[in-house]
């Protein structure tokens, strides 16, 4: 059946996260009819073990429903999109992708971080914001406090709101009712050439690469030529397809306004990149649509395989995952401490502790991963500006102009109680205070730059324990600045231990070095001769400590005689403990090895 434009609703749900943004989208989904209860199931759009079992989304998902109201039938696109910082260019695809949006807001907690954060690139993006307060059926819920607090902290006008309970199923008809009474029907001239946007793309086993578009202008059929924008590839439109979270609906075209699944047999997701432009070969569109740019990772590990002789067994499962992500990228890299492993970026911490889990889960492997760093700029003497992923790739000192560091706007919600103990952490991380603004005579909301450096190991785990787990954290990255850094190296027995090297403010450098010695201490197992351990900037050493050698009493069968036959014992252990530390080598536990990186 030909649905009329003005008779299409496309939407995105955003929210903090466990606001119950997946279980409103399983309401939806039932009141709407598209899947049949026996076949419904809890997060029923969420795909992978992992997003069910931590009760959040990773990659964003759609679903098209049918409606009707009124005598009339509707077409309902829902997009259901990632909570967390570390996917927030999904999000800000899907919701470029969308004409509205559903504001979730937890009735018992409130406004929080994340909730800031998503509706500010909704309202960049002209969408209609609609406020829903869920989970009214808690008995600690008071929607109408948490409706002030979003116009408090947002300034979104909510004279218009929906309550609902997601879980119970109570207001969510009305709630469809405002959307399709609300959001407006999708612009765009159908008899234009082909323009949409790719916002999401993943790998099928039998179909290859998918890619998940919203059509702007004119229509995508079947055997069609395609072109990709950025890369000027031409492919040919195998087949088209509804999303639906049970199993995708065929069909001959996706016209405008439109969202569907593209199939062009492509063998890996590379050339389908999230925000990416499909136009029509023959007849392309003039321009692109604004705001494609390949997703950078922000953060970088090293991780390694337990057992070395898994090595190869980790590159492919990095390649297979990579079908799925191609925002995942990795080379191999050699460590004396952990073998051979590969350097790997990721969008942030999050999506680095899902792809270890997942590399583990799927594939059966054990991992261990180095300690996160960040993308430094460095200008050189000579001019040249690079950029570093790794402490050991820093140049030597000499040839150093300035390194610049990325830094973050972080923004956090916290209750009043707890607001000293949140100050000093971020004095301490080195933030820079923005804003402080008191949403109510119970919270505050702060907003600081800090570098992204010191927010990518422990900084969220300490802020919840600062605050009892009260706080809320979003951040997004807002460029490079100056800054006074050095690197740490850290030797063993006189050997550098390249996956311990970090970089580090100057003023920090020596306060570091001696945690870092004093933790290696304890750890590094006693060896025959003593073992120094010490922490350098360079050739400098700032702070060292040794490891005694295991005592073993070469006088104890003397008995008697003169104190001559001892002294000669004793001398000749000497010398061979001298001899044993020219050539003896010290091997760094990988306990050690963990329990130092967690240092603070």
């Given at each position: 059946m030909e649905i009329p434009q003005t008779h299409i609703r496309n939407f995105s749900i955003i929210a903090h996260i466990d606001h119950g943004k997946s279980t409103l989208a399983d309401r939806i989904i039932q009141e709407c009819k598209a899947v049949s209860d026996r076949k419904m199931s809890a997060q029923v759009m969420d795909t992978m073990d992992i997003e069910k079992e931590r009760g959040i989304t990773i990659k964003a998902q759609?679903?098209?429903?049918?409606?009707?109201?009124?005598?009339e039938h509707y077409?309902?696109?829902?997009?259901?999109?990632?909570?967390?910082?570390?996917f927030s260019y999904e999000v800000s695809r899907s919701l470029a992708s969308s004409e509205g949006a559903l504001l979730i807001v937890d009735a018992a907690q409130g406004v929080e971080a994340q909730t800031i954060a998503n509706v500010y690139i909704a309202l960049d993006n002209d969408l209609t914001l609609i406020p829903v307060v869920?989970?009214?059926?808690?008995?600690?819920?008071?929607?109408?406090?948490?409706?002030?607090e979003v116009e408090d902290a947002i300034g979104l006008d909510c004279t218009e709101h929906s309550l609902v309970s997601a879980k119970t199923g109570e207001g969510v008809h009305d709630l469809i009712d405002a959307i399709v009474d609300r959001i407006p029907a999708p612009n765009g001239d159908e008899d234009a050439p082909t323009k949409a946007l790719i916002y999401d793309s993943w790998f099928d086993n039998y179909l290859g690469a998918l890619a998940l578009v919203r059509v702007y202008e004119g229509s995508i059929e079947k055997g069609q030529k395609v072109q990709i924008m950025s890369t000027k590839e031409e492919?040919?439109?195998?087949?088209?397809?509804?999303p639906n979270p049970i199993a995708p609906i065929k069909t001959n075209s996706i016209n405008t306004g439109e969202i569907g699944i593209v199939v062009t047999g492509q063998k890996t997701v590379d050339g389908l990149q999230v925000g990416d432009t499909i136009t029509d070969a023959k007849n392309p569109t003039k321009e692109i649509i604004d705001g494609f740019e390949p997703a950078k990772p922000f953060v970088f590990a090293g991780i390694y395989p337990i057992e070395t002789d898994k090595f190869e067994d980790l590159r492919d499962a990095l390649n297979k995952l990579k079908l799925n992500d191609s925002s995942i990228s990795f080379e191999p890299e050699s460590s004396l401490a952990l073998g051979s492993g590969f350097r790997t970026g990721f969008l942030g911490m999050l999506h680095m502790e899902v792809i270890k889990e997942r590399?583990?889960?799927?594939?059966?492997?054990?991992?261990i991963a180095s300690a996160p760093t960040v993308v430094y700029e460095v200008l050189q003497t000579n001019g040249d500006r690079i950029e570093i992923q790794n402490p050991f790739e820093l140049p030597e000192a000499q040839k150093i102009d300035t390194i610049f560091e990325p830094y973050i706007k972080a923004t956090i919600l916290v209750p009043n109680d707890y607001l000293g103990n949140v100050i000093k952490l971020l004095n301490d991380r080195r933030g820079m205070q923005v804003k402080m603004d008191y949403i109510n005579s119970e919270r505050v909301l702060l907003e600081y730059d800090i570098p992204m450096n010191e927010i990518v190991l422990d900084f969220y785990d300490k802020l919840k324990s600062t605050t009892k787990g009260y706080a809320s954290f979003d951040y997004e990255p807002i460029g490079f600045r100056e800054g006074d850094l050095v690197k740490l190296d850290i030797k063993v027995a006189g050997d550098v231990v390249d996956a311990l090297s970090i970089i580090v403010p100057r003023d920090r450098a020596r306060t570091r070095g001696l945690a870092f010695v004093k933790s290696l201490k304890e750890l590094i197992p006693r060896q025959l001769f003593e073992v120094a351990i010490q922490a350098s900037i360079g050739n400098d050493i700032i702070a060292r400590t040794n490891v005694k050698s295991t005592g073993k009493n070469v006088t104890a069968k003397c008995y008697g005689g003169d104190i001559t036959r001892k002294r000669k014992l004793l001398d000749k252990q000497k010398a061979g403990k001298k001899r044993m530390k020219a050539i003896g080598s010290v091997n760094v536990p990988q306990e050690a090895f963990m329990a130092v990186l967690k240092l603070d």
């Open positions: 759609s679903v098209r429903l049918n409606y009707e109201k009124d005598g077409i309902l696109n829902l997009i259901d999109t990632p909570g967390h910082v570390d869920n989970k009214i059926d808690l008995p600690a819920a008071d929607p109408y406090r948490v409706l002030t492919h040919v439109v195998l087949d088209l397809m509804y590399l583990e889960r799927e594939f059966n492997l054990e991992l």
